[in-house]
């Protein structure tokens, strides 16, 4: 923010006069503007969103980001879950995966061939 601009909104902040004050009146109004919210219209409207936003969730972890992550992985058990969150692999090597696994949240899998030629992500039994 340039000194100009900087010097201008200090004087519209601390500034007695008419024009000053009507902005900031003005600028107060519109930021504590608010609708009234009655619950026989609000109510049926957030079961809406909340059912709608239930469902992308759970199309976009059934048929996105589970099979994208089980395409990256040479070996998955039975009831491999993933969140609905796409899983960053960077790098070649193999991901093994038991059963019953449970891939919360946004991670990332970084495979480098340094000290062997195909790495192997394994979990430790």
């Given at each position: 923010m340039s000194l100009v601009s900087r010097?201008?909104?200090?004087?519209?902040?601390?500034?007695?006069?008419?024009?000053?004050?009507?902005?900031?009146?003005?600028?107060?109004?519109?930021?504590?503007?608010?609708?009234?919210?009655?619950?026989?219209?609000?109510?049926?409207?957030?079961?809406?969103?909340?059912?709608?936003?239930?469902?992308?969730?759970?199309?976009?972890?059934?048929?996105?980001?589970?099979?994208?992550?089980?395409?990256?992985?040479?070996?998955?058990?039975?009831?491999?879950r993933t969140d609905r969150h796409l899983h960053w692999v960077s790098g070649f090597g193999d991901i093994s995966v038991g059963d019953d696994v449970w891939l919360d949240g946004r991670s990332t899998i970084t495979f480098a061939a340094r000290f062997a030629d195909r790495p192997l992500l394994t979990p430790v039994i």
């Amino acid at each position: 923010m340039s000194l100009v601009s900087r010097g201008l909104l200090r004087r519209l902040a601390s500034s007695d006069r008419t024009l000053p004050r009507l902005l900031r009146r003005l600028r107060h109004a519109v930021v504590t503007f608010s609708v009234p919210a009655p619950r026989l219209v609000a109510v049926p409207i957030l079961w809406i969103v909340v059912s709608v936003r239930g469902v992308y969730a759970f199309f976009l972890r059934v048929f996105i980001c589970e099979p994208l992550f089980k395409a990256q992985c040479s070996r998955y058990g039975k009831r491999l879950r993933t969140d609905r969150h796409l899983h960053w692999v960077s790098g070649f090597g193999d991901i093994s995966v038991g059963d019953d696994v449970w891939l919360d949240g946004r991670s990332t899998i970084t495979f480098a061939a340094r000290f062997a030629d195909r790495p192997l992500l394994t979990p430790v039994i």
